[in-house]
């Protein structure tokens, strides 16, 4: 089970409205909270549209043991900075925590060889979810299932399997 950590990149789902929070499942023991004005541009006449069921890309800014946790979709200059609503067309699971770590490593070679095979957006959250679009169904399933795959392979075996999918 995820715990939240100040400063995290999550993906969230928003189970609920409730006044001017929304109801986060983050994968933690408890829900998170996201205010509407937690958004780039957002005021009171301004709301983003959220609706539940969306998946959020946020980060925590409060996260400790005696507080409910606290989202944002903006950072420290207001700026969405690739944080808010992910797009609703694409395929979203989950890994270990493990393997987000390695997936946000700096020069990841996963990422980069996986990005020679087709393009494709990616969102990796902390709580170890990741989200990932590309452009047909089919693609987006196979990026999936290498992502899932690469858990459990060596640098070699997965160089094997992207070379059979290219075609070299």
Known sequence: QYVPVKGDHVIGIVTAKAGDVFRLDV???????????????ATKRNRPNVQVGDLIYGQFVVANKDMEPEMVCIDSSGKSSGMGII????????????????????KCEIIQELSQLYPFELVLGMNGRIWVKAKTVQQTLIIVNILEAC??????????????????
Do not use: C
Request: charged share 20%.
């Open 27 to 41: 994968g933690g023991s408890e829900p998170a909270s996201l205010s509407y004005l937690a958004f780039e541009g």
């Open 87 to 106: 797009g609703q067309d694409g395929f979203l699971f989950k890994v270990s925590l493990g393997l987000i770590r390695k997936l946000l490593a700096p």
């Open 151 to 168: 858990e459990h392979m060596t640098a070699d075996q997965r160089k094997q399997a992207l070379a059979k999918l290219s075609g070299n």
